[in-house]
């Protein structure tokens, strides 16, 4: 069977993922993750010595790379690549506008907002990248006022080609509802009967997800956190010794918010509470600049409610919510294997114990670590009770 090494996150893998569906192509997808470098293993580079996905590796091993060359190759002799030579040089010069003028500015937009969470010494950059975004749309609009498709005004690689970043630009900012002949250029495309987007391949592979080898993954992991929780839990005795990996995955110690009034809340993205990010995102603004924070700390124990990945989580606070407080990396808060900061939180130790109930169980911690108050998940962040006891604990 032939294997694609790709992430379905990136709209380079996500074309060549949409033509195989749509030609009904069996293929394996082996998950590559660039936030960990992995194109740049030797293991990888070995396949694609350019240390980027896409790569398309044949059952006889022949390997393809670049993403349009891979389009050209699997819709060939197919509706999607007519032979017509006139027609052929048409879909490659808009394939070729794609990489030259649309994904270097579109994409990049997207990767700082997205996957970087936008870091303030790059807002100049990502400023030039969303101009040079705007340049290539309007050249998109101008074209697609007069035709339908891209090429001989049917349906082609060239439009799969530009397709997949221009339909997820809104996770770089940049704003479509401006382009009209654009938006409707897209419907055509996502009515089409095998059509499927960037988000709906993400969903099916999550549903995928609990596969042999992902459960020995976990396992593994579990048993790793129950021995570092019997290693430490008994020693730590203020949430200022703990520490855990951020939702960007870097260190987040607690000891860097001693003197800060903590509002720790366990939080989910499918859940019936979920609109409280709304209310904790308010109450934040409120009372940051005097010494508080919100933390979220993502767990998928209740109803199987927070199923995404890290990346999957920021895009949905950023996109929905507009949060701008931290956020940990997924944890387990309930069970043996919990995380070592929930059982200072909730363990047989603690001032507040018992098992979290659902999600959006909120924590109010002192400036000292220690625990001030316990708030079950129905308790708005923006209710009397919650605001009284942060107005009291900073005072
Ligand atoms: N021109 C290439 C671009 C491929 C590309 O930039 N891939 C990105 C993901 S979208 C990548 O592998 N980045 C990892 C890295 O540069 O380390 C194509 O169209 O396939």
Request: aromatic fraction near 10%; glycine fraction near 4%.
């Given at each position: ?11 380079n ?94 994409a ?42 891209f ?53 099916q ?14 396992l ?102 507009k949060?701008?407080f ?19 939180l ?50």
């Amino acid at each position: 069977m032939i294997k694609v090494y790709g992430d379905l996150l990136s709209g380079n893998c996500y074309k060549v993922k949409l033509i195989l569906h749509m030609l009904d192509i069996q293929h394996e997808w082996i998950h590559i993750d660039i936030t960990k470098s992995e194109t740049h293993s030797d293991e990888f580079k070995a396949i694609n010595p350019n240390a980027k996905i896409p790569a398309l590796v044949l059952e006889q091993g022949d390997v393809l790379c670049e993403s349009n060359a891979i389009l050209n190759y699997l819709a060939d002799g197919t509706e999607y690549l007519p032979s017509k030579k006139m027609i052929r040089a048409q879909i490659l010069q808009w394939q070729f506008f794609e990489q030259y003028s649309h994904e270097p500015f579109v994409a990049v937009a997207r990767y700082l907002k997205l996957y970087l969470g936008l870091p303030q010494d790059r807002l100049v950059e990502f400023e030039a990248k969303k101009a040079g975004a705007s340049k290539a749309l309007a050249v998109m609009e101008q074209r697609l006022l007069q035709h339908k498709y891209f090429v001989a005004d049917m349906f082609t690689i060239a439009d799969i080609s530009l397709y997949a970043y221009t339909h997820v630009a809104q996770d770089g900012d940049i704003d479509l509802s401006i382009y009209p002949a654009i938006n409707e250029w897209m419907h055509r495309i996502e009515s089409k009967l095998k059509h499927k987007t960037m988000q709906d391949f993400i969903d099916q592979a999550k549903k995928k997800e609990l596969t042999k080898e992902r459960v020995e993954q976990r396992l593994k992991a579990e048993l790793e956190a129950a021995e570092a929780k019997s290693m430490t839990s008994n020693n730590l005795k203020s949430v200022h010794q703990h520490s855990l990996i951020d939702i960007n995955g870097q260190e987040l110690n607690f000891s860097d918010y001693k003197n800060q009034i903590i509002l720790l809340v366990n939080v989910a993205s499918e859940c019936g509470l979920t609109p409280q990010y709304a209310g904790l995102q308010k109450l934040y603004e409120r009372f940051n600049s005097q010494g508080f924070t919100v933390i979220g700390v993502p767990c998928n124990q209740f109803g199987a409610q927070e199923p995404g990945s890290e990346l999957e989580i920021k895009r949905f606070c950023d996109l929905r919510y507009k949060t701008t407080f931290p956020m940990t990396s997924k944890i387990k808060v309930n069970g043996y294997d919990r995380h070592p900061l929930y059982e200072f939180l909730i363990g047989d130790d603690a001032s507040f114990p018992g098992d979290i109930t659902w999600n959006f169980e909120k924590f109010l911690i002192g400036q000292n670590g220690q625990v001030i108050q316990r708030f079950a998940p129905a308790v708005e962040p923006n209710s009397d009770e919650v605001i009284q006891s942060i107005e009291q604990a900073l005072s």
